[in-house]
């Protein structure tokens, strides 16, 4: 496995089939995927496929404290490649990049069902349960770094 910086549009394909597979092609690019301050990660098989996503924008939330938020928005793994800390991998991965960064904490949106991953990699919840329309229960929750 290998996990590297990637660009906007080699998470889609991931984004599709993962997160929102009945969605329009067009909900597959969200606002500021091209922003200078964004970055996009990807971990690799053996075989140079693809198996996990993230992506981390420049982007606050008044939940939360911290001058410069980044967040987290479209992780995803191939449902064949799970349970092998691909999400963990892209998580590490991206926290170097926020060091360097200087990035005061990470939040997203999580999916109700992937809260305990998040709790396991330092994320707190903040507030309650809240959904999104056709996508279901989330938790917002954060990851302080300074």
């Given at each position: 496995m290998e996990t590297r910086f990637i660009e906007a549009t080699q998470t889609h394909d991931l984004r599709h089939r993962v997160l929102i597979p009945d969605h329009p092609v067009e909900a597959l690019v969200y606002p500021g995927d091209e922003d200078q301050t964004t970055f996009h990660v990807g971990v690799f098989d053996d075989d140079e496929k693809l198996v996990a996503i993230g992506s981390f924008y420049e982007e606050s939330d008044s939940h939360f404290e911290g001058e410069k938020q980044y967040r987290l928005r479209g992780m995803a793994s191939d449902s064949k490649a799970r349970l092998r800390g691909l999400g963990k991998a892209v998580i590490v991965f991206a926290e170097e990049e926020l060091a360097r960064r200087n990035?005061?904490?990470?939040?997203?949106?999580?999916?109700?069902?992937?809260t305990g991953f998040y709790e396991k990699m330092g994320f707190y919840s903040v507030g309650e349960e809240?959904?999104?329309?056709?996508?279901?229960?989330?938790?917002?929750?954060?990851?302080?770094?300074?």
């Open positions: 990035a005061d904490l990470l939040w997203c949106n999580a999916r109700v069902i992937a809240f959904v999104i329309p056709k996508i279901g229960g989330h938790y917002r929750m954060g990851k302080d770094y300074k």
